[in-house]
């Protein structure tokens, strides 16, 4: 297989931070941004960012800024749409995303998608950690997925499906599991960012 294409999904509206771009928030002298690239970059073939509205905002980052093409806010499986469609017009076969807001995921997280991938027909992972409560916590913002599939997505986001999970478990998705319980934290509010500052 060849290696996956990287998007980095900052589409949604960071209510809970007060609305704006999320991943322009600073932490320690860099935006989240560029943390997520700088981890995500290394990993894979090309990189992307998914964002909706003026893209000029990002023209720093020098990265392909790719909209949602499903209206309204449909979620994270709209941004992975978004970056299925764009790395299959340039011939990839797989793209790998992670959240704009989560400054700390693993740097070993392509690999990892990619070897519980092995041996299926269409490549597609979740990333997951351990959960007191539940055993396992997924991470639908972190996955593996076929370009493959994008019509079907397409069809499936049409139809009203938003939770990652239900379209996923369709086509029977795997996990990745990280040992680490909070790999995939993730800055939601103010207070989070403090808990990042702190956690660097």
Same mark, same amino acid.
């Given at each position: 297989?060849?290696?996956?294409?990287?998007v980095?999904?900052a589409?949604?509206? /960071?209510? $809970?931070?007060?609305?704006?771009d999320k991943?322009?928030r600073?932490?320690?002298?860099?935006?989240l941004l560029a943390r997520? =690239?700088?981890r995500? /970059?290394?990993?894979?073939?090309?990189?992307?960012?998914?964002?909706?509205?003026?893209?000029? $905002?990002?023209?720093?980052m020098g990265?392909p800024?790719?909209a949602d093409?499903?209206e309204?806010?449909?979620?994270?499986l709209?941004?992975?749409l978004?970056g299925?469609d764009?790395?299959?017009?340039l011939?990839?076969e797989?793209?790998?995303? /992670? /959240?704009a807001?989560?400054?700390?995921?693993?740097?070993d997280l392509?690999?990892q998608?990619?070897?519980?991938?092995?041996?299926m027909v269409?490549p597609?992972v979740l990333a997951?950690?351990?959960?007191?409560? $539940?055993?396992?916590a997924?991470?639908?913002t972190?996955g593996?997925?076929?370009?493959?599939l994008r019509?079907?997505l397409?069809?499936a986001?049409?139809s009203g499906l938003?939770?990652?999970?239900?379209?996923?478990?369709?086509?029977?998705g795997?996990?990745a599991?990280?040992?680490?319980?909070?790999a995939?934290?993730n800055?939601?509010?103010?207070e989070?960012l403090?808990?990042a =500052?702190a956690?660097l």
């Amino acid at each position: 297989m060849k290696q996956p294409y990287g998007v980095i999904l900052a589409g949604g509206q /960071a209510t $809970r931070m007060g609305g704006g771009d999320k991943g322009l928030r600073m932490l320690g002298g860099q935006s989240l941004l560029a943390r997520v =690239e700088a981890r995500l /970059a290394p990993q894979v073939d090309r990189l992307a960012l998914n964002a909706n509205g003026n893209a000029a $905002r990002f023209a720093d980052m020098g990265l392909p800024v790719i909209a949602d093409s499903i209206e309204g806010f449909a979620g994270p499986l709209a941004g992975v749409l978004a970056g299925m469609d764009w790395a299959a017009s340039l011939g990839a076969e797989t793209i790998v995303t /992670a /959240a704009a807001d989560t400054p700390f995921f693993p740097c070993d997280l392509v690999p990892q998608l990619l070897l519980a991938s092995e041996g299926m027909v269409h490549p597609l992972v979740l990333a997951a950690t351990p959960d007191a409560q $539940r055993g396992t916590a997924r991470h639908p913002t972190f996955g593996l997925w076929p370009v493959a599939l994008r019509d079907d997505l397409r069809v499936a986001l049409a139809s009203g499906l938003r939770k990652v999970v239900l379209w996923t478990q369709k086509h029977d998705g795997r996990e990745a599991m990280f040992p680490q319980v909070d790999a995939f934290f993730n800055v939601n509010t103010p207070e989070d960012l403090a808990r990042a =500052e702190a956690m660097l």
